[in-house]
């Protein structure tokens, strides 16, 4: 059984460093989204809950939603779409 080599994409690189991941090229894509999605959703319940402590308007939660979607817009990437993109190599 032959190990994959995953080419990340130089944008997808530098997008998941701001999130503190750094992908080697032996890890899987799914586990790299898998991650992703999990620092999102801990960011989305955090905002939620400033939003019901007060600390957020309700009036601008919506923007900050938007704001967190686009700082996390490699999620809009099906699981499939990552694996393409990464094209894994056997090596």
């Known amino acids: 059984m032959s190990a994959t080599d995953w080419a990340y994409p130089a944008d997808f690189l530098e997008q998941l ?3 503190g991941l750094a992908p080697a090229a032996a890890t899987p ?4 989204r898998d991650a992703l999605s999990d620092l999102y959703r ?3 319940r955090r905002l939620r809950d400033r939003l019901r402590a007060g600390q957020v308007e309700k009036a601008d939660y919506v ?3 938007l704001a967190l979607r686009k700082k996390y817009w490699l999620l809009s990437l099906t699981p499939s779409a990552w694996e393409d993109i990464c094209r ?4």
């Open 29 to 32: 894509p799914a586990l790299v």
């Open 42 to 44: 801990f960011e989305i």
């Open 88 to 91: 894994g190599v056997a090596s």
């Open 17 to 19: 460093l701001t999130h």
């Open 63 to 65: 923007d900050e939603v």
